[in-house]
Antibody
Framework: EVQLVESGGGLVKPGGSLRISCAAS????????MSWVRQAPGKGLEWVGH??????????DYAAPVKGRFTISRDDSKNTLYLQMNSLKTEDTAVYYC??????????????????WGQGTMVTVSS | DIQMTQSPSSLSASVGDRVTISCRAS??????LNWYQQKPGKAPKLLIY???SLQSGVPSRFSGSGSGTDFTLTISSLQPEDFATYFC?????????FGQGTKLEIK
């Protein structure tokens, strides 16, 4: 079965750090672009950032609210994605989902979408 | 960043109804628009990509249309399992952004 499983969420104080993980099974991450998407309680979805595959350079992009505080990395040998979160704020409280960035070619144009999703891990930032 | 605005924010409808949800982008995004369905406590599920292409396994009562800045998700005949929250998302810029969501409730 193809799945993503997040882990490592929990309660952390403002200003603190936390690393969450996303383990893939049933497929290999090595050629996949991967994203993190979060959802604050009762709110909508917010893209956090993504990491390209190593063959595409392995570079990262981040949403403005987390840029400079969050770092996405990958260990393809462990088939695992990571999100290192530093200088956490109360507004970072959310369920964090990892997701594959799936690319489909439609009439010679490449379209991206979030295809496989994990079940999410809750991160609570509170004193 | 490209802003995505959905309307309405919530919608009440009955089983069998035809429903449309709108999504507007703050700038032209061609057809780089995806739609997702999310049920309470669950991860989102991809329904439509490239504005109008149905993801594999998604029922044909779901359809998408639009290009440029204005897009529509249509459910032709609502089924009980369709009551959920729907999000649009642009992939024109790889600083991806979502709409705020439309909650579809049973009337």
């Amino acid at each position: 079965e193809v799945q993503l499983v997040e882990s490592g969420g929990g309660l952390v104080k403002p200003g603190g750090s936390l690393r969450i993980s996303c383990a893939a099974s049933g497929f290999t991450l090595i050629n996949a672009w991967m994203s993190w998407v979060r959802q604050a309680p009762g709110k909508g979805l917010e893209w956090v950032g993504h990491i390209k595959s190593k063959t595409d350079g392995g570079t990262t992009d981040y949403a403005a609210p987390v840029k400079g505080r969050f770092t996405i990395s990958r260990d393809d040998s462990k088939n695992t994605l990571y999100l290192q979160m530093n200088s956490l704020k109360t507004e970072d409280t959310a369920v964090y989902y990892c997701t594959t960035v799936w690319t489909e070619i439609v009439v010679v144009v490449a379209y991206d979408a979030f295809d496989i999703w994990g079940q999410g891990t809750m991160v609570t930032v509170s004193s | 960043d490209i802003q995505m605005t959905q309307s309405p924010s919530s919608l009440s409808a009955s089983v069998g109804d035809r429903v449309t949800i709108s999504c507007r982008a703050s700038q032209s995004i061609s057809t780089f628009l995806n739609w997702y369905q999310q049920k309470p406590g669950k991860a989102p599920k991809l329904l439509i990509y490239a504005a109008s292409s149905l993801q594999s396994g998604v029922p044909s009562r779901f359809s998408g249309s639009g290009s440029g800045t204005d897009f529509t998700l249509t459910i032709s005949s609502l089924q009980p399992e369709d009551f959920a929250t729907y999000f649009c998302q642009q992939s024109y810029s790889n600083l991806y952004t979502f709409g705020q969501g439309t909650k579809l409730e049973i009337k």
